[in-house]
């Protein structure tokens, strides 16, 4: 009698669209691994990154005046790698990058010969290459948040192990870099802030950031002139290199003699 009161109740709560009921002489499947073990969390991405890749609308860049009495610097558009054609644009005058909400950012590149060294950070956020041009070169970072932004940071940048803060070093003898001197910029969530530029550094030649020890403290070396021996292409490999460490002061950051780096205090 019990089986059967059962059975009755199944029948009315399948004709009802119910769920959860089985005949009294059917088994219940044991459940599956898959099905008691939660899916992987998926890795976090940019709230405002666009879900595939677009490519840069040219012809919504500014028109550029023309330049007077000077000859272009190449016969045609600056090549993109493989990391920035996705993103990326270019025609004789200008660098295109799409931003992270689908819209396009223009570059002036009329005073750029070549680029070298692109980059895209695996977060898809910043767009990195260097430059050269007649008698200058430097190094731009461009950030695809917001309306998108580009920064001279002289040399490729280094990132903080948190990546909220980039630092960046270029000093030459010619004075041709876009930088010269010491920068340190903060990640916002859209936009970079600067939070230190030194210009008066030591002149040192082939000055680098060798890490960042943490959050606040750098290590940079350099090498003085007359330890360099000048030839053609010059190597700095091997020679002795003065070192220094960066760390934050009340509003800037300070810049001082370190030989052990920033374990010393």
Known sequence: MKQMI?????????????????????PVAPAS??????APAK????????????????????TLPAGENEEPLR??????????????????????????????????????????????????????FGWNGYEAYGFKLIDRTGKGDAFDVGAKPVFSPSRKLIASVELSE??????????VLAVNPTGLELKARLEDIPPLED???????????????????????????????????????????ADSWTLKPAPEGCAAS
């Open 6 to 26: 059962l059975t009755a109740a199944c029948g009315l709560a399948l004709i009802s669209g119910a769920a959860g009921c089985k005949p009294a002489d059917e």
């Open 33 to 38: 691994p898959a099905a008691t073990t939660a």
């Open 43 to 62: 890795p976090a991405v940019l709230a405002s990154a666009s879900p595939t890749p677009v490519r840069p609308d040219l012809s919504q860049c500014e």
């Open 75 to 128: 016969t045609k558009p600056l090549k993109l790698a493989p990391a920035l054609a996705a993103i990326g644009a270019t025609d004789m005058d200008r660098i295109a990058v799409t931003t992270l909400t689908g819209k396009t950012f223009c570059l002036d590149a009329r005073f750029v010969g070549s680029i070298s060294d692109q980059s895209v950070t695996p977060d898809g956020r910043f767009v990195l």
């Open 174 to 183: 010619s004075g041709f870099g876009e930088l010269s001197g010491f920068e």
């Open 207 to 249: 000055w680098r950031i060798d890490r960042w020890a943490g959050e606040s403290c750098i290590e940079l070396s350099g090498i003085p002139a007359e330890r360099v021996v000048q030839t053609e292409h010059t190597q700095y490999k091997g020679i002795a290199r003065d070192r220094y460490a960066a760390r934050p002061s």
